[in-house]
Nanobody
Framework: QVQLGESGGGLVQAGDSLRLSCAAS????????TGWFRQAPGKEREFVASTTRDGTYRYYADSVKGRFTILRDTAVNTVHLQMNSLKPEDTAVYYCAASMSYGPGPLTSGKADYWGQGTQVTVSS
């Protein structure tokens, strides 16, 4: 199995950028569909972005499309989430996830097999 660990969260101002990282250990990420989810206080966990096993296809939630980019760095077995033009509504705990499932379409939380512990992102107005 794979272990996931997120880093890179913090407190920023609206309009700033952050780069989250999810380092994997135990197995190579190239055999997993990987993605990012977030959960704001009082809300359910929601999909942010995901990439297919080979990194060919990337999917984004409408709320982050054009601002966030999911990137895989196979050399260091890490998946990043580059977040630009951050907004207060992006405030949440961000989780990375990995799934043995494959096929087209975004990763759903129900299909995720492994989760990281989460990293807090707070965007002030």
């Amino acid at each position: 199995q794979v272990q996931l660990g997120e880093s890179g969260g913090g407190l920023v101002q609206a309009g700033d950028s952050l780069r989250l990282s999810c380092a994997a250990s135990g197995r190579t990420l190239s055999i997993y569909t990987t993605g990012w989810f977030r959960q704001a206080p009082g809300k359910e966990r929601e999909f942010v972005a995901s990439t297919t096993r080979d990194g060919t296809y990337r999917y984004y939630a409408d709320s982050v499309k054009g601002r966030f980019t999911i990137l895989r760095d196979t050399a260091v077995n890490t998946v990043h989430l580059q977040m630009n033009s951050l907004k207060p509504e992006d405030t949440a705990v961000y989780y990375c996830a990995a799934s043995m499932s494959y096929g087209p379409g975004p990763l759903t939380s129900g299909k995720a097999d492994y989760w990281g512990q989460g990293t807090q992102v707070t965007v002030s107005s």
